[in-house]
């Protein structure tokens, strides 16, 4: 008996530290996690975070786990980016890399500068699915303009989560299963 509490022990610090470091790191405990970003090109980038403040308060940055109100940041550190014009549209994923249509766009907000360098909206998604924030940053004078996506799935399960739940489901039919088999094994033995 001791022994077998000792390996479900080590098992479930084991499912423990499996579960927590790459959902820290899903979960973006940074406010802006250095893997969010959206290349711009020509060495220019912005940072991506969204979060659903109404369901958790984890902030991702390719997997948001429901549907619904959602707020995204974007953070354009680069003084060069702050003076540009910058057109934001959250947009269903589709194939290519173009200007997306207006029939995918999902919300557009204002073309306008940000001086700060940031900006943070609310958007409200629906329908679970594929995604894009799609960016384009222009000067006044139209000389320059940088594009960039960052694509995300909203409402949708990823991989990783479908074979955490997998090997969990697993671990506690191995576990129950050896407890029933001790029982019986006590009960014949009676």
Not at 31 to 40: G, T
């Amino acid at each position: 008996m001791p022994r077998l509490c000792s390996r479900l022990a080590v098992a479930l610090a084991l499912v423990g530290a499996a579960f927590s470091a790459p959902a820290a790191k899903a979960a973006g405990w940074h406010y802006y996690d250095p893997e969010c970003p959206v290349a711009l090109g020509a060495g220019k980038a912005m940072k991506f975070v969204a979060m659903q403040p109404k369901k958790n308060i984890d902030r991702v940055c390719d997997v948001l786990p429901d549907t619904g109100a959602t707020v995204i940041a974007l953070d354009a550190p680069d003084a060069e980016l702050r003076e540009m014009n910058w057109d934001i549209r959250v947009v269903r994923d589709v194939e290519g890399d173009g200007e997306p249509a207006e029939s995918d766009t999902v919300l557009r907000v204002p073309l306008q500068k940000f001086r700060n360098g940031m900006v943070n909206f609310d958007v409200n998604i629906q329908t679970a699915g594929k995604y894009a924030l799609y960016a384009r940053l222009s000067s006044d004078d139209g000389a320059k303009e940088y594009v960039g996506r960052h694509h995300f799935t909203v409402g949708l399960i990823d991989n990783t989560e479908f074979y955490a739940y997998v090997f969990f489901g697993l671990l506690v039919a191995g576990v129950g299963g050896r407890f029933g088999y001790v029982a019986l094994k006590k009960r014949q033995a009676a």
